[in-house]
């Protein structure tokens, strides 16, 4: 069945290091995915989004890979920041018949300073 | 920056009692979506709503939910003899359109943490 997993339930890092959070999928029909950050008690807030047909996009401070061989979708946050502490989902849209997202169950990242 | 709204902020409720959890989308934005949250779990969808008419639909949304866009700015979710297990966060998205293609981002809002007793 359809299913977007994350690796990790929690990242510590360093203030100032680069942070990656990985997340696999399981449906190859999937043709966009996107990074949400949630803050305690707020809705997930959009930080990047990459279709299909990419492997790499880079926005400000942040980039996605995605891997449709393996199925594999990181976001790599650079120069982590206290702001950034937030759990990350990542979610993905089940091709062109639905604009439902399907999201992985999360991963919390703690920025130490 | 327009951004998605949802009132209440809390909705505490006696289990079998009806509730409407309401959302104003982007204003320019026509599809519509309802998510939910169950504390310490992942997102999961409910209902996308495009046109006057529900598109998808999840196997949560069950007969006891419905969404309805009242007006030109409101999207409703009634959830009619609520259980104890409807109790999480509600989220309510939005997204674009452009020309006839759906946008892909959805935008969603900072939700409605519903507690059934």
């Known amino acids: 069945g359809e299913s977007v997993g994350l690796h990790l339930p929690t990242l510590s890092v360093q203030e100032g290091d680069n942070s990656i959070i990985n997340c696999a999928y399981s449906n190859s029909a999937s043709d966009y995915f996107i990074w949400y950050k949630q803050e305690s008690g707020k809705g997930p807030q959009f930080i990047i989004d990459i279709r299909s047909n990419m492997d790499k996009r880079q926005g400000q401070r942040v980039t996605v890979l995605l891997n449709k061989t393996v199925k594999h979708l990181s976001l790599q946050i650079a120069a982590t920041q206290p702001g950034d502490s937030a759990v990350y989902f990542c979610a993905e849209k089940a091709g062109d018949s639905s604009y439902k997202l399907i999201f992985g169950s999360g991963t919390r990242l703690l920025v130490r300073p | 920056e327009p951004e998605v709204t949802q009132t209440p902020s809390h909705q505490v409720t006696q289990m079998g009692q009806e509730v409407i959890l309401r959302c104003v989308p982007i204003s320019n934005h026509l599809y519509f979506y309802w998510y939910r949250q169950i504390l310490g779990q992942k997102v999961e969808f409910l209902v996308s709503?495009?046109?006057?008419?529900?598109?998808?639909k999840s196997e949560i949304f069950d007969d006891q939910f419905s969404v309805e866009r009242p007006d030109g700015s409101n999207f409703t979710l009634k959830i009619r003899s609520t259980k104890l297990e409807d109790s999480a966060m509600y989220f309510c998205a939005s997204s674009g359109i452009s020309g006839r293609a759906v946008l892909n981002e959805q935008f969603f809002g900072p939700g409605t943490r519903l507690t059934v007793l």
């Open positions: 709503f495009y046109n006057n008419e529900i598109s998808e």
